[in-house]
């Protein structure tokens, strides 16, 4: 029998849309319907590796996040995934919701052998980068950067 208050972690399934859409929208603020609409049909239909997971605790739909694993990019040989898209709804945090997914994702990874896992988190989200601190992750040793190309730049 298994714990009313243990964290259930499965592969997300085409009828989780509607509860990650809330889920994202209470954590942005933001209704992406299409978005996500997109982004579950290209994980649940992509010939490459991708991990989208849901969590679930005491019946309830708690948590995703959507990975994918790369053999390369940016000019690096080596595969490494990247966790895009991660949401825990904030009634929910602290009840290892996210550790949960963040594990079965790293279980998953470890079988396939892919040694990195990157992520991006804006620098103003100081308890995301918390979150991510205490699961091990650290600063990159390369830097991101953006170029808004609606500025128009003189040479």
Known sequence: MQNPNEVIVRRLKPQDLEAVVRIDEKLTGRRRSEYFKLKLNE?????????????????????FLFARVYYGEFGLLEPAAVLDTFGVPPEFRGRGVGKA???????????????????????????????????????????????????????
Do not use: K, Y
């Not at 994980?43 to 948590?63: K, M, P």
């Not at 988190?121 to 609606?150: K, M, N, Y």
């Open 43 to 63: 994980n649940l239909a992509a010939t490459g590796i991708v991990v989208s997971l849901a969590a679930e605790l005491d019946g309830l739909f708690v948590g």
């Open 101 to 155: 997914l963040l594990r079965q994702l790293m279980t998953d990874l470890g079988g396939l052998g892919v040694p990195t896992l990157r992520t991006e988190v804006s620098w103003d989200d100081p308890e995301l980068i918390t979150f991510f601190q205490h699961q091990g992750f650290r600063p990159a040793e390369r830097f991101c950067l953006d170029l808004d190309l609606t500025r128009r730049r003189d040479d």
